[in-house]
């Protein structure tokens, strides 16, 4: 089992930065890829931006690139996601996900989420 846990959510202006955290704990050596999911009120979850646990290139959804970048720390067992130049359009719950595969399949994991307001 691994679990999840976001920070860093909060509200923040138009034009703003935030950063998130996201620390796993448990049996984190069986995962694959890391990534953020966002959830505008009424819409679907959707893929924010992945990175590979072993390194290699991270892939971001078209919306945020060039503005939002995801790393990992792998002595603090954490990723976060750097979030510039913040829009409205923004404004979701971001989810922490994990991602375990295996001769035996896939395993999904998710935080619980942290809210981004981007507004005046």
């Known amino acids: 089992q691994v679990q999840l846990v976001e920070s860093g959510g909060g509200l923040v202006q138009p034009g703003g930065s935030l950063r998130l955290s996201c620390v796993a704990s448990?049996?984190?050596?069986?995962?694959?890829?890391m990534a953020w999911y966002r959830q505008a009120p009424g819409k679907a979850r959707d893929l924010v931006a992945t990175i590979p646990t072993g390194g290699g290139s991270a892939n971001y959804a078209d919306s945020v690139k060039g503005r939002f970048t995801i790393s990992t720390d792998s002595a603090k067992n954490t990723v976060y996601l750097q979030m510039n130049s913040l829009g409205p359009e923004d404004t979701a719950v971001y989810y922490c996900?994990?991602?375990?595969?295996?001769?035996?399949?896939?395993?999904?994991?998710w935080g619980q989420g942290t809210q981004v307001t981007v507004s005046t």
């Open positions: 996900n994990a991602v375990s595969r295996s001769l035996g399949g896939i395993v999904d994991y």
């Open positions: 448990g049996n984190i050596l069986s995962l694959n890829d």
